[in-house]
């Protein structure tokens, strides 16, 4: 269970005399890699290296991997025969990032609308193909927009544009 050392002896007529030899156990190493930081709304898996017979982690979670998605300090440690063991911490951090607003749905009669996803993004991707901030949706439906930040962090937000037919109620017929 531990480092120790083991003794050998043979009798009278044996041919080994006597000889130690010192044990040391082999632990694998844990290495949960550097901090990282992960965008807001996002998640990121930790995994601790194969070869121990069991885990711990910070969270309470005995598995070998955990998904986190808040910011903190997480650590895990591995055990194998028992009491031998390896040790590990890992900071992960939150990089917060600003969801477009397509505003509430659109109830109109007039095409094209247009929707903008906002200023300040390195890239756009609509549900209709195109990649920049402002689009003309020409006909009613369903709209969507993800953009990425400067983090690299992706965000979205949908939009429904409906057609919108005008009531004409001129009232009860009259009679002069």
């Avoid at 006597?18 to 156990?25: D, V, Y």
């Avoid at 949960?32 to 121990?52: E, H, K």
């Amino acid at each position: 269970n531990g480092p120790g050392t083991v003794s050998l002896q043979r009798d009278s007529s044996g041919v080994l005399s006597s000889t130690n030899t010192s044990i040391t156990p082999f632990v694998p190493v844990i290495n949960l890699g550097p901090d990282r930081s992960i965008c807001q709304t996002t998640t990121t898996t930790l995994t601790a290296n194969p070869g121990f017979t069991g885990y711990l982690w910070s969270n309470g979670a005995t598995t070998q991997s955990i998904t986190v998605g808040s910011a903190g300090t997480y650590s895990v440690t591995g055990t194998v025969n028992g009491n031998c063991s390896a040790s590990d911490t890992i900071v992960i951090s939150v990089t917060p990032s600003t969801a477009p607003n397509l505003g509430p749905d659109v109830h109109t009669c007039t095409f094209p609308v247009s929707l903008n996803a906002g200023p300040g993004y390195t890239a756009y991707a609509w549900s209709n193909g195109a990649n920049t901030q402002i689009i003309a949706a020409p006909i009613q439906g369903t709209y969507r927009v993800t953009v990425t930040d400067a983090n690299g962090c992706q965000r979205s937000d949908t939009v429904v544009v409906f057609t919108h037919q005008p009531t004409v109620n001129l009232g009860n017929n009259v009679d002069f």
